[in-house]
């Protein structure tokens, strides 16, 4: 009797059970053809046909009689976290085994017959549980004979073959060796795309950790066969006592700990392998060390973190169906502003954020929230780049944010500050203005991060590439990362601490830059990681109403420096600027080879070349010279001419009315620092003028001495002093008097 013959029989009643028993204990030789017309038969018998796209299946057929845990099921969830979407075909156990819905059932979660609710978990959750019985209502006619048999037969070969949804991708495992070559073929047969079927050599359906995996794979059409190890997903082998299963208590336990990245067994392996070489199946990674690390990554980071990611995925892909890469690849320009140079000044950079709200937090911003507003202000107070939080369901970000941001700022590097799994997302963040990304390692592998680097290379954009332990700062640095963030929060308890940064930073070498992150809301902490880090990136505390200004230190700027020893000085004390003066008429005038001299002793410390109502060439020449940090312009100077200055620009406003302080403003966008003189610039005279309410940073000079400056810094808030006559005893810099300033700056 051939097999289509003893299903329609058996289906019309026309068999005993004894006569079914009979038949399934016979030998039979099936060749593909006849599995393949037995299945599209009872396809054709389905009750329901649900559909899911691009959805792929990990199923076994049973059979191997050994003690064992729920890999498949355990790893369809992990998928589905990692944005895979699955359709997974099973049934409850015979034989009193447990099986994949025995699993789902102590776990809890229901399944149904209902096609439409099926639908909205798949598209909530990214997995579909499609429980045998109700699709498939003729194989109750098979119940009985099947379960007084108690051994394996052909109905085991038929289980992953009829999953309802029809997948074109699948992972088939299986404990007849024997067969792995007629399921391939059958498959082939069916129209599938790609199918790895799998035997473990200890006669495991999936792949094993004991030893060696026998693969069949069926690609395009194509059959190979080959074997797999435990160092294919660079893991070690385990005995097969240390991955066995048990009751059903014991299986509920182990995937619950697997699941929830708690696991401490080899059993965690087991499931993390199998899920690495669906990855591949899918085109997700290039190798299976790279898959298992994925797998790793998303069961060991925080719950919080994983729901970001998972919600992540399906997001993207839903933005890649509505809106294809090639729409909008062809109308991206590169970045021109400078992200990485922002931040590699001398001094600490501060990377101002612009946020609503955190998962941790809930609303953070004071009054209505203005991204453009709040991105203005940053840009004239400051700061070194403007991070943009993008991502909508948990941040109440927006890309839209960040896209109005770049369009009404001037020069300021945006960095877009979101949960970047896909390189969509890094061309996204450019067509809509970011110079930067952030790349999380506790989400990414080596791999990724590092085609991502790349990635965002090729449209001239830097990445913050964000650690938050040692373990994942070896990953990055085995990367091209440049620039590495430190996330003093912890993510499992939200707490923060900014003993983190101090722990990691001294494991980075000293050619990368280091931004510290989080948790640093006054000028204490940022006391706590200054000199460790080169920049910061604050979000709350900026937020909430804090000033960059009052975060970082009072820059402090000696001007009329001559000699190599008081050069070396300031840069020993921690003098943040030195003014060289290039002024012909001027007291403080240095020779070009003297200040040659000078800029060679220093490492250290920012070099600012004087000037005032001097030619444009000169000016620039000598900026190349001695390859000056920043260009003091003293005098009347424009914009214009300040456009054309060859190094950032420090902009000298001698003040006589407010308007002057009024005026000064339009320099802002166009300079690195306003300096706020009195009436005659460099003469050592007070400002006269009220410097209340100034709505943008400033540098202060005129009249600042040791007995006076704590009082100004207290009383004016500027962002900085420069010193030249107040440091001067008899025409010439005391040394002294430098120490004294610096000493009180320090407790400002």
Do not use: W
Not at 143 to 172: C, E, Y
Not at 264 to 283: K, Y
Not at 567 to 584: T, W, Y
Not at 714 to 741: C, F, W, Y
């Amino acid at each position: 009797m051939k097999l289509r013959s003893f299903l329609m029989q058996s289906i019309a009643g026309e068999l005993s059970v004894e006569a079914q028993m009979n038949f399934l204990q016979q030998p039979l030789s099936i060749t593909p053809e006849e599995l393949a017309d037995v299945v599209q038969f009872l396809r054709r018998q389905m009750a329901l046909s649900p559909r899911f796209p691009h959805a792929i299946d990990v199923c076994g057929t049973g059979g191997s009689g050994l003690s064992r845990i729920n890999t498949s099921t355990i790893a369809a969830f992990i998928l589905a976290r990692l944005g895979v979407g699955v359709a997974k075909h099973g049934n409850r156990a015979a034989s009193g085994r447990f099986g994949s819905f025995d699993l789902l059932e102590s776990l809890g979660i229901e399944f149904t017959d209902t096609i439409a609710k099926i639908e909205k978990k798949y598209a909530a959750e990214g997995v579909a549980f499609l429980f045998a019985p109700f699709f498939h209502p003729v194989m109750k006619h098979f119940a009985d004979a099947r379960k007084r048999v108690g051994k394996p037969t052909f109905f085991n070969l038929l289980g992953p073959l009829l999953n309802p949804a029809s997948p074109t991708r699948q992972i088939i495992g299986t404990a007849f060796k024997d067969k792995m070559r007629l399921i391939a073929e059958t498959c082939r047969l069916l129209g599938k795309e790609k199918v790895y079927v799998v035997c473990g050599e200890d006669g495991l359906d999936e792949v094993t950790l004991t030893g060696r995996t026998f693969v069949t794979e069926l690609s395009h059409g194509r059959i190979t066969s080959y074997t797999l190890t435990p160092n294919n997903f660079g893991v070690q082998p385990a005995a097969f006592a240390e991955i066995q299963g048990g009751d059903g208590e014991k299986n509920t336990n182990i995937a619950r700990d697997i699941l929830a990245g708690t696991c401490t067994t080899r059993h965690r392996d087991l499931v993390l392998i199998n899920v690495a070489l669906a990855l591949q199946l899918v085109g997700r990674v290039q190798t299976l060390k790279e898959g298992y690390q994925m797998a790793l990554n998303v069961i060991e980071m925080p719950s919080i973190l994983r729901d970001i990611v998972v919600h992540k995925r399906r997001e993207v892909e839903q933005r890649k169906q509505k809106r294809p890469l090639a729409q909008f690849i062809k109308t991206i320009l590169p970045s021109t502003r400078n992200f990485a140079e922002a931040l590699s000044g001398k001094g600490l950079s501060v990377i101002a954020e612009v946020k609503k709200a955190s998962p941790s937090a809930g609303i953070i911003s004071l009054g209505q929230f203005s991204p453009v507003r709040i991105a203005k202000q940053y840009e004239r107070a400051g700061a070194s780049a403007i991070s943009v939080l993008c991502d909508t369901t948990f941040f109440s970000g927006s890309l839209t944010h960040l896209k109005r941001i770049a369009h009404n700022t001037i020069k300021t590097p945006l960095l877009c500050k979101d949960f970047i799994i896909d390189e969509y997302q890094i061309y996204e963040a450019r067509n809509h203005g970011a110079d930067a990304i952030l790349l999380i390692a506790a989400i990414l592998t080596q791999e990724q991060i590092t085609q991502f680097i790349t990635v965002a290379k090729s449209m001239n954009m830097a990445t913050l590439c964000e650690v938050h332990t040692l373990e994942e700062l070896k990953i990055v640095l085995k990367t091209p990362a440049t620039i590495i963030g430190i996330n003093n929060r912890d993510l499992h308890t939200f707490k923060v601490n900014l003993d983190t940064t101090k722990k990691i930073a001294k494991h980075i070498p000293g050619n990368k830059t280091i931004v510290s992150e989080s948790g640093l809301a006054s000028r204490v902490d940022v006391q706590q990681v200054s000199g460790i880090v080169n920049a910061i990136l604050v979000g709350t505390a900026l937020m909430k109403g804090a000033c960059i200004q009052n975060l970082t230190h009072i820059t402090f700027k000696v001007c009329g420096v001559k000699s190599v020893q008081e050069a070396k000085f300031c840069e020993h004390i921690g003098v943040d600027f030195i003014g060289l003066n290039f002024v012909p008429l001027s007291k403080r005038f240095v020779p070009l080879h003297t200040a040659a001299t000078i800029a060679r002793a220093v490492k250290k410390i920012a070099l600012v070349g004087i000037f005032q109502n001097q030619e444009l060439a000169v000016v620039n020449r000598i900026a190349k010279t001695l390859n000056l940090d920043y260009i003091q312009l003293s005098g009347d100077e424009s914009i214009s001419f300040v456009k054309r200055c060859s190094k950032p620009v420090i902009k000298a406003i001698s003040v006589k009315t407010k308007n002057d302080i009024n005026k000064a403003e339009a320099y802002l966008p166009h300079v690195a620092h306003i300096l706020l003189d009195g009436s005659t610039a460099g003469s050592g005279q007070s400002i006269t003028v009220s410097l209340k309410n100034i709505p943008y940073p400033f540098l202060l000079a005129g009249g600042v001495a040791p007995e006076n400056v704590k009082d100004i810094v207290q009383r004016i808030h500027p962002v900085g002093v420069d010193v030249a006559s107040g440091v001067e005893t008899n025409g010439k810099i005391d040394l002294k008097k430098i120490r004294s300033i610096r000493n009180q700056l320090n407790v400002c």
